[in-house]
């Protein structure tokens, strides 16, 4: 049995989005942003700290509702449907998700259960998804003496079990070393190769942004600033230019426009800290 689902035809964007906003009081974290992501595509999502990705990230994942605007994962409406998008999406947050006191099949079994995989194929699928993910030999081994690398792969994994047509990478690699990172990526190319899945990460090193991601939306300040392949962006602000380059660029041009007073940022930081 194929794993790779078809609810969403190739000629339809597997996410689209128009107009999603979302206000905290007097702070707008996430405005009027649109985007359409294809089939297939690796989608990184890049900005500052405080720029509005996380709070992106949680509408897209129903874990937060939007102000206005709509956005749309496999055909589903992420505010008229929450739970027929949670079934097509798996999602990878940045902080640690996997539970150290169980083994990686433990942690696996877990997630078959919470996803609602039928019993008689949670055995096989979690075979499977361990042994995809270089794992098969730790499986019977507690999570917490994997390394981080091992760790995020776990989690990978995890989220994959239910077969979702979207998968959301919240910093994949923070806080593993070069090797570790690679590992990482390579089994994520692995599953877009094999299995056609999209995928959208956000991630502040910019090397693995170009390297790995198809297009790049950067948000500053709840808005979209650029959108494009790696190249694209960087030909915007001239030869040699790295996308370092591009995200400063663009950044501190608007944070010169756009820069406001003492209580301003006072409350802006305020609303962030509280609100992601």
Same mark, same amino acid.
């Given at each position: 049995?194929?794993?790779?689902?078809?609810?969403?035809?190739?000629?339809?964007?597997?996410?689209?989005?128009?107009?999603?906003?979302?206000?905290?009081? !007097?702070?707008?974290?996430?405005?009027?942003?649109?985007?359409?992501?294809?089939?297939?595509?690796?989608?990184?999502?890049?900005?500052?700290?405080?720029?509005?990705?996380?709070?992106?990230?949680?509408?897209?994942?129903?874990?937060?509702?939007?102000?206005?605007?709509?956005?749309?994962?496999?055909?589903?409406?992420?505010?008229?449907?929450?739970?027929?998008?949670?079934?097509?999406?798996?999602?990878?947050?940045?902080?640690?998700?996997?539970?150290?006191?169980?083994?990686?099949?433990?942690?696996?079994?877990?997630?078959?259960?919470?996803?609602?995989?039928?019993?008689?194929?949670?055995?096989?699928?979690?075979?499977?998804?361990?042994?995809?993910?270089?794992?098969?030999?730790?499986?019977?081994?507690?999570?917490?003496?994997?390394?981080?690398?091992?760790?995020?792969?776990?989690?990978?994994?995890?989220?994959?079990?239910?077969?979702?047509?979207?998968?959301?990478? !919240?910093?994949?690699?923070?806080?593993? !070393?070069?090797?570790?990172? !690679?590992?990482?990526?390579?089994?994520?190319?692995?599953?877009?190769?094999?299995?056609?899945?999209?995928?959208?990460?956000?991630?502040?090193?910019?090397?693995?942004?170009?390297?790995?991601?198809?297009?790049?939306?950067?948000?500053?300040?709840?808005?979209?600033?650029?959108?494009?392949?790696?190249?694209?962006?960087?030909?915007?602000?001239?030869?040699?230019?790295?996308?370092?380059?591009?995200?400063?660029?663009?950044?501190?041009?608007?944070?010169?426009?756009?820069?406001?007073?003492?209580?301003?940022?006072?409350?802006?930081?305020?609303?962030?800290?509280?609100?992601?």
């Amino acid at each position: 049995m194929s794993e790779q689902n078809s609810n969403a035809s190739p000629a339809e964007p597997a996410v689209r989005i128009s107009e999603l906003t979302r206000r905290f009081g !007097d702070l707008t974290a996430v405005d009027r942003v649109s985007l359409s992501i294809a089939t297939g595509e690796i989608f990184g999502l890049i900005g500052p700290n405080g720029a509005g990705k996380s709070t992106l990230i949680r509408m897209l994942t129903t874990l937060l509702s939007p102000t206005s605007g709509t956005a749309t994962i496999a055909g589903h409406d992420i505010v008229n449907e929450p739970a027929e998008v949670r079934r097509h999406i798996g999602y990878v947050p940045q902080l640690l998700s996997a539970d150290g006191s169980l083994t990686g099949y433990e942690n696996m079994l877990l997630s078959a259960r919470l996803y609602g995989v039928p019993r008689a194929e949670r055995k096989q699928r979690i075979e499977r998804a361990l042994a995809r993910m270089g794992l098969a030999e730790a499986a019977h081994h507690l999570a917490g003496h994997y390394s981080g690398g091992m760790i995020r792969r776990l989690e990978i994994a995890q989220s994959l079990l239910h077969r979702p047509e979207v998968l959301i990478l !919240d910093e994949p690699t923070v806080g593993l !070393d070069p090797a570790a990172r !690679d590992t990482v990526w390579e089994r994520v190319l692995e599953l877009r190769s094999r299995f056609h899945r999209t995928m959208i990460v956000t991630s502040h090193l910019m090397n693995e942004v170009d390297q790995f991601c198809d297009r790049i939306a950067l948000i500053d300040r709840g808005r979209i600033v650029a959108v494009g392949t790696p190249a694209e962006l960087k030909a915007r602000v001239g030869p040699g230019a790295t996308l370092d380059d591009v995200f400063i660029r663009l950044v501190a041009a608007r944070e010169e426009e756009q820069e406001g007073g003492y209580g301003e940022v006072r409350r802006a930081r305020r609303a962030i800290r509280d609100h992601g």
